[in-house]
């Protein structure tokens, strides 16, 4: 009878030591299937060692662990191992010299939901090399029988600068403009068309990567990519961002179908055109990449993976601008002995500003956009560094411990063009520039070059026209990024545009 009573008093507390215990069995078992891993502190059940990284600024963290475990680690991020490869010479031995094994695409819950591993950013195996070199392909053609990049990006930054003129005396929020324009830009490079910031066709995939960027800075992104089945069950951004994607989908598939109708295939005009090509070419053939399947997310690839990169860059350059009057000073008297103000920046004039060259390298190194690049995964067991990872273990490249290494970079801790410059003032390439990534799934723009292209082009046709000022003086400025886990974004802010020259 008293046994009973305790019993049924205590029901819940029974539950939940059940649920705790199968949890810790499984938990258990699964950290000794992955046999020995590479070092690292020891994990809690359930936790791992996520009570050891800062969520903020995991890098950091694991920067740290670096100093304890070496350039080669594992942390749990909860039940799930992750190895961390830190340092040049480790990140190259790992991710160029073992590149087959290194160069998986590790996938998250929301990434699953988005694209379901198709498309170019993450796919793995024959279907990534096929369309990884498809992209580069057509991308490379575009120019030849219609506008270059370069034009396109030029004509782009005419607009943006108009759109900074209408602000007068006013104060403007530079990352909205941005984002739209270069939305725009890849708008004009994947179909060949370019819309009026409020038209709702604009709005169909500024839709989606906006609410994707929105979602990946909250909490809500953690909590679906551990329990994607309950977190559905909630409301919350998850829901809009779905939504947004069903309707961008909907209407590619509509596209496609309006423009296979009459397809002139001698005479592709984008992006959009040469994949419709590539699938009428390989009609038929089952094993074929270009289906429907893979023309949404390719597409979404660089929409998702070049609009936001760019335009936060761009926008963290102004506000570094505002911060430190006297490099823009620099940067604009460059402007002026190359270019002058009757004619709009060239990608050639970038060898000749070897300064202004410096300071986007600078501002880029120092932001340090993606600390752990897109995660890795391992495409088959390997050993490396005298250490067995198993396939399908999560790798992290941890760019940052190279942007911010004291042995590659004069001062790294601090925003310094002369990190870029030798003592004659030229430009100095350094290896440790690793924003990109490194090795055969480093990043598809900065293959093509097109983020080079963009930032000069937007910059210099920025400083050209106006100088930069802030709503408080520069001293009282906050000039880092924000982060978001495994992300880093421009800080918003406002501030004011002072016309320096007219417009061309
Ligand atoms: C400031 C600009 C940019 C930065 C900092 C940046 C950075 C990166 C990084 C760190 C990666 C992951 C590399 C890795 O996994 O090892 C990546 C991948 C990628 N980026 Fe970029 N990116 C930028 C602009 C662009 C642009 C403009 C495009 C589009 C044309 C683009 C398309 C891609 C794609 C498709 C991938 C996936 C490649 C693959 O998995 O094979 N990125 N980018």
Excluded at 101 to 106: I, P, T
Excluded at 294 to 316: K, M, R
Excluded at 327 to 350: F, L
């Amino acid at each position: 009878m008293d046994l009973l009573h305790v019993l049924q008093t205590n029901i819940l507390s029974i539950i939940m030591a059940i649920v705790v215990i199968i949890l810790l069995w499984k938990y258990m078992g699964k950290q000794s299937s992955y046999g020995r891993l590479p070092p690292g502190p020891s994990p809690i059940p359930l936790l791992g060692n996520l009570l050891q990284v800062d969520l903020k600024r995991p890098d950091k963290s694991y920067m740290k662990l670096s100093k304890t475990y070496g350039s080669v680690f594992t942390v749990w991020l909860g039940s799930k191992p992750v190895v961390v490869i830190s340092g040049y010479q480790a990140i190259k031995d790992a991710f160029v010299n073992q590149g087959e094994e290194f160069n998986g695409r590790a996938n998250s819950a929301i990434t699953l939901k988005l694209v379901n591993e198709h498309g170019v950013g993450l796919s793995n195996g024959q279907r990534w090399k096929t369309l990884r070199s498809f992209s580069l392909m057509s991308l490379k053609n575009l120019g030849k029988g219609c506008r270059s990049l370069e034009e396109r990006v030029q004509e782009e930054a005419k607009s943006l600068v108009k759109a900074f003129s209408e602000y007068g005396d006013s104060t403007v929020n530079p990352k909205e403009l941005l984002f739209h324009s270069i939305i725009n830009l890849f708008w004009s490079i994947v179909f060949g068309r370019k819309f009026e910031y409020n038209d709702p066709e604009f709005q169909i995939l500024y839709k989606p990567v906006y609410t994707y960027f929105d979602m990946l800075k909250s909490k809500m992104a953690m909590l679906y990519n551990i329990s994607p089945r309950i977190v559905e069950c909630f409301p919350g951004k998850h829901h809009e961002l779905f939504k947004a994607i069903d309707k961008a989908k909907a209407y590619i598939r509509e596209e496609a179908d309006r423009r296979l109708k009459n397809l002139d295939t001698s005479n592709p005009q984008d992006y959009f055109d040469v994949f419709l090509v590539k699938m009428l070419e390989e009609k038929g053939q089952p094993e074929t990449e270009f289906n429907y399947d893979n023309l949404f997310p390719c597409v979404w690839d660089l929409f998702a993976a070049g609009t936001e990169t760019q335009s936060s860059t761009l926008s963290h350059a102004c506000l570094m601008m505002i911060k430190y009057p006297d490099i823009q000073e620099k940067v604009q008297k460059e402007i002026d002995e190359v270019i002058g103000s009757n004619r709009v920046p060239t990608v050639d004039d970038r060898h000749k500003m070897p300064y202004t060259d410096a300071v986007i390298h600078e501002i880029q190194r120092s932001m340090s956009l993606a600390p752990i690049a897109f995660p890795h995964q391992m495409t088959r067991d390997t050993t490396f560094h005298s250490y067995r990872i198993p396939k399908g273990t999560t790798v992290f490249p941890l760019l940052s411990s190279v942007l911010f290494d004291p042995k590659l970079f004069k001062n790294p801790d601090q925003f310094d063009p002369e990190n870029f410059l030798d003592d004659n003032g030229v430009f100095k390439e350094n290896n440790g520039f690793l924003v990109f990534g490194l090795g055969k799934r480093c990043c598809l723009g900065d293959e093509m070059g097109i983020p080079r292209t963009v930032l000069f082009l937007f910059f210099t046709s920025l400083l050209q026209r106006f100088t930069f000022r802030g709503t408080k003086p520069p001293e009282e400025i906050d000039a880092s990024v924000v982060s978001y886990f495994h992300g880093r974004l421009a800080r918003p802010y406002t501030c004011y545009v002072k016309l320096r020259t007219p417009n061309i």
